[in-house]
Structure formats: C-alpha cells, structure tokens
C-alpha cells in the first residue's frame, strides 16, 4: 500500500511508475535506512530519511586506480580503416 499523497497503480500507466522523476524522493521516505555511496547522494537522501549509512567504496583511486601514478609506456597508434584512397 503507497503512502498518501503519491499516485496510486490504478492512477500510473505502467511507464509512469518507472520514469517517475519524483520517485526516488519518495521511496527514500517510505524506507527505514537508505544506503548511499557518496556526499551527493547521502546529501539527496538526507531530506527525505534521517537514516542514511554510507558504504565504503573498494576503489582506491589516490593509490591504486589512479593514472596520473601510472604512465602509459605504449603510445597511441592511429590507423586508417576501409579503402587507401580517399574521395577526390
């Protein structure tokens, strides 16, 4: 059963009810803790639930995943692909 003030199924067209722009507000107030990943999103969720645990991520990307640390040792090959001539 969906809390007052939101549409109901019978109100919804099936594609209403999954491109609603305004559902993600809601289903964060229906819910008892949101889950995030980050500042922004936890920011988001903050107005709808006072409940909001923030995950950790598994990239580090100061040390590990971070390409400034690694330069590329093979450099970038152009070629040409379909006919050797071009149009005149």
């Not at 507000?25 to 229906?30: D, F, T």
Request: a positive charge.
């Amino acid at each position: 059963m969906m809390p007052s003030g939101y549409p109901t199924r019978a109100t919804l067209t099936g594609q209403l009810l999954l491109k609603g722009h305004g559902k993600v507000k809601h289903i964060c107030s229906w819910s008892y803790k949101v889950s995030v990943g980050n500042d922004y999103l936890g920011n988001f969720a903050a107005k709808w639930n006072k409940q909001v645990v923030y995950n950790p991520t598994t990239i580090d990307t100061e040390t590990l995943h971070n390409p400034a640390l690694y330069p590329s040792k093979i450099k970038p090959a152009f070629a040409s692909v379909g006919p050797d001539r071009t149009p005149r």
